[in-house]
C-alpha cells in the first residue's frame, strides 16, 4: 500500500481534510504517514484558502489506534543485534513527537473527529487540537505501561491536567474509558453521534467563514449546533474522591499502600490491574506526569523523546511488546518483576539529556 493511500489528504470547501486510511491495522501511524501529515500541516498554515483541519479515520472502528510500535520495537532489537542501524527507532518519535508539537502551536482550528478506538499516538494527534469531537463508539486509553513504555504523545503535558489525579489513575492503570468520560477529563470538547460526522463535516466545510468572527468561534457554533449529551454513566466520577486520594503520592510504593488501606473493591482490582504492569514504566510514568505538570508543553516532548530512547535501551519495551503485539500471549517477564526493585536512581537516569540529539524546538 503507498503512503498516499494509507495517509489521503482533501479539500472541502475551506476545510483541510486528513484521513488517515489504515483500517486493517485500526489506522495505527506508520513513519511516513507522520511525515506526510507534518508536511501538509506546514503546508496548510500557511495556505490562505484553508481556515480550518479535520482529521478523521477510514472505517468504523478506530480513530487512530496509536503508532507503529511493533515495527519500532523490531528494529531497535534490531540494531541492539548489529542487524539495523537503528533509524527507524531514532526518526520514529523525533519525527511523532515533532508532529505533536506541529498540533499543538496549529495557528487554526484543527479538529479530530475521533470515531472508535483512540489510544496512544492517536491521542497525539487530537488531544492537542482545538476541537476533539467523540462518538459513542469512542475508546479512549493511554496502554504504554502495558507495553514497557510511558505514555507519551504529549500524554506528560495532558495527562497532570486532567481533573484532580484522573491524568495518573489513567495513565498507570491504562483504564480504557468511553465518551462520557472523554468529556469529563477533559479530552474531548463535544459528543456528536457518529451518524452524524458526515453530515457535521459537510456543515465545516460549508462555513461561510465571515472575516468579522474568529474562525475557531465558527468552528465551535458549527460542532456545538451537532452535538448532543453523551450518553451513559461515568466510569470515573464515582470513585473521583478515592482516585485523587490515592494517586497523589509522587511515588508509585505509596499509591500502591494507600489502595491497599482503602480496601474496597475498587482498590482491590486497581491494584491487580497495576500489578500486572510494568514496574519501571509504573516509576517512569508517575515521574514523567509530575515533572510535566509544571513543564511547557515543548519541554515535555524534549522530555519524552529523552525517556523514548531510554526505553528502547531497556529491557521492558520489548518484552510488552512481545507479550502483546507479536507472540500475544499476554504475559510479560518484566525486569524487575516488582515495583520494590527499581531504583529511584535507576528511574532518573531515562530523564537525563541525550546532549545534541536532544529533541528542541
Not at 476545510?15 to 500541516?41: C, E, F, H, S, Y
Not at 488501606?261 to 515521574?287: C, F, N, Y
Amino acid at each position: 500500500m503507498t503512503q498516499e493511500q494509507e495517509i489521503i489528504f482533501d479539500v472541502m470547501g475551506g476545510i483541510g481534510v486528513i484521513t488517515l486510511n489504515r483500517p486493517q491495522a485500526l489506522n495505527a501511524l506508520n513513519l511516513a504517514m507522520i511525515r506526510a501529515m507534518d508536511k501538509k500541516l506546514v503546508e496548510w498554515a500557511k495556505d490562505k484558502n484553508i481556515h480550518a483541519v479535520a482529521v478523521t479515520g477510514a472505517g468504523d472502528r478506530a480513530f487512530c489506534s496509536g503508532g507503529d510500535v511493533k515495527a519500532v520495537a523490531i528494529d531497535a532489537k534490531a540494531a541492539r543485534e548489529g542487524k539495523s542501524d537503528g533509524q527507524l527507532t531514532r526518526d520514529f518519535f523525533r519525527d511523532e513527537y515533532t508532529l505533536n508539537h506541529r498540533i499543538y502551536t496549529f495557528p487554526k482550528p484543527y479538529i479530530s473527529l475521533i470515531n472508535g478506538i483512540v489510544m496512544g499516538g492517536g491521542k497525539g494527534i487530537s488531544a492537542h487540537g482545538s476541537h476533539r469531537v467523540v462518538t459513542e463508539n469512542t475508546l479512549f486509553a493511554m496502554p504504554e505501561t502495558n507495553i514497557g513504555f510511558f505514555p507519551d504523545v504529549g500524554g506528560g503535558y495532558f495527562l497532570p491536567r486532567c481533573p484532580g489525579q484522573t491524568g495518573a489513575y489513567l495513565a498507570l492503570t491504562a483504564k480504557r474509558v468511553k465518551a462520557i468520560d472523554t468529556i469529563y477529563i477533559g479530552f474531548a470538547t463535544q459528543y456528536v453521534p457518529a451518524a452524524n460526522l458526515p453530515d457535521l463535516l459537510k456543515a465545516l466545510a460549508s462555513i461561510s467563514w465571515d472575516a468579522r468572527k474568529k474562525p475557531h468561534d465558527q468552528v465551535t457554533k458549527t460542532i456545538e449546533d451537532a452535538s448532543a449529551q453523551a450518553p451513559g454513566q461515568s466510569e470515573i466520577a464515582p470513585f473521583r474522591a478515592q482516585i485523587d486520594a490515592c494517586f497523589a503520592f509522587d511515588h508509585v510504593e505509596q499509591i500502591l499502600d494507600a489502595l491497599r488501606k482503602d480496601g474496597t473493591p475498587w482498590a482491590q482490582e486497581t491494584l491487580k490491574i497495576l500489578h500486572a504492569m510494568s514496574p519501571t514504566s509504573l516509576k517512569v510514568a508517575l515521574r514523567q506526569i509530575r515533572l510535566g505538570a509544571k513543564m511547557p508543553f515543548a519541554q515535555v516532548m524534549t522530555m519524552e523523546y529523552r525517556l523514548s530512547q531510554a526505553c528502547i535501551r531497556g529491557h521492558d519495551f520489548y518484552e510488552g511488546i512481545r507479550a502483546a503485539l507479536i507472540d500475544k500471549d499476554r504475559q510479560p517477564k518484566w525486569q524487575p518483576a516488582k515495583v520494590a526493585d527499581v531504583p529511584d536512581q535507576e528511574v532518573e537516569t531515562y530523564f537525563a539529556s541525550l546532549g545534541d540529539r536532544d529533541l528542541v524546538f
